[in-house]
């Protein structure tokens, strides 16, 4: 069982890291829509959107990492 201390942590840092993905979408809507603009937007967005995917991702494979460990368990057991 995981300690609730740490479990609030990785719930914080999730939603600073959704916050921070959310204000990057809308600082990208202020760039120009120039050449320079779109190429800073398009670089702005998938860097800054990537650090919560890239979390989110971490997040699941832990999951299914516990998962299948339980089920290898559960048939050593049986």
Known sequence: MENKGWIDYKI???ER???????????S???PNTNRGRI????????GTSVY??????IMRT?????????VNYRRRS
Request: no cysteine.
């Open 40 to 47: 800073l937007n398009n670089q702005l967005t998938r860097s």
């Open 12 to 14: 914080k840092v999730r």
């Open 29 to 31: 809507e202020l760039l």
């Open 63 to 71: 999951i299914e990492e516990r998962v299948l460990f339980e089920i």
């Open 17 to 27: 890291l959704r916050l921070f993905a959310l204000k990057i979408l809308e600082l």
């Open 53 to 58: 995917a890239n979390y989110r991702a971490t």
